[in-house]
């Protein structure tokens, strides 16, 4: 049994806030309220002065297993997950082989066995990712798939993608969408502005890219009520286009990652290929936009698109190095240092969107703190600043290295096993 003393429990689901005790027992939470004896424990934290909240869930990630190891792979995903205030995770299927076969879900479904958190799976909505013919959805649902992303690329045959919508709205699951479209990208991984011309570029990625699949996708989403997921939000307008759609009914999510609400275009001339991902770091106004969005609740969810290169990849010139970040290491201290200390958002309204939000839109029994829920537990200390030094991943392409961040993850704790202790 395990004992967490005096925190803050901060419950998006309840919307509960208060100074109590938590005791967890058999991966679950036992008892939620003032514990005065504290013998019997195998560990008692002292969580004066913390904030106790669910394991925080991230619904877009890449652990390059299979195919590429040498960036990331499951166990130690899972570790930089961890660390970050993790417990649940949903990985992307552009992989190698592409997760849209039943054999490469099940060397998966072996592997998250040994990982230290909870660690799901998508499906590729495409085979092979071509965008021509869908998967076998019911299978891969069958053999552990939780729902289904072509993420990495967009996919332009609008016959398919409506296919897939209608597929998912009857099995009720998540399409969670990549939308860029390459014929307005010159260059990708950067804002089409003065900045690529800077990097001695033709052009980058023009915003409309975004802006054009988010508003056609938005209404095939309202036309067959598929619950659907805007991936990596970075133009403000198409932060416009998922409001207006969520206003006429459509079961649209958008999901922000912390370098599109913290970074601007200007950061890629200050960080190079570490600020290269796709879609790009956009203009001051887009990620006011944004905030905006996380605001007024337009965007629902923040997800890292954790993605991890190795150095050798990102030392490349610019226009030749792979795009992506990683992101699950400074993810919630990046939330409460651009969001909640900004007065953007609340600490209740920032791990909402990095815990409930997100596990509703997968269906998930996770994501909330009372009692019998399953013991997915972060402690942390919303008012310690520290120095992004070093990961857990095997990548360190952070454009955050040397930031003086807000807010440190003490302790995680998946299924009521210590899994990060900070020290
Ligand atoms: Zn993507």
Redesign the pocket.
Known sequence: MILIKNGRLIDPKSNRDEITDIVIKDGRVKEIGKITDETNYSEVIDATNKVVCPGLIDVHVHFRDPGFTKKEDILSGAKSAARGGFTTVVCMANTKPVVDNVETLNYINEKVKEACINVLQVGSITKSFRGKELTNFEELLENGAVGFSD??IAIMDTDILYEAMKKAKELDVPISL?EEDSNFIETAGVNDSEIAKKLGLKGGAKTCAEDIMVARDCMIALETGAKVSI??ISSGVSVEAVRFAKSLGAKVYAEAAPHHFTLTEEDVLKHGSLAKM?PPLRTMKDKQTIIEGLKDNTIEIIAT?HAPHTIEEKNRAFAACPSGIIGLETSLALGITSLVKEEHLSMMSLLEKMTINPAKLYNLDRGYIEEGAIADILVFDADEQWVVRDFDSKSSNSPFIGEKLLGKVKYTISEGNIVYTDK
């Open positions: 993420d990495g990549h991936q990596h796709n698109d």
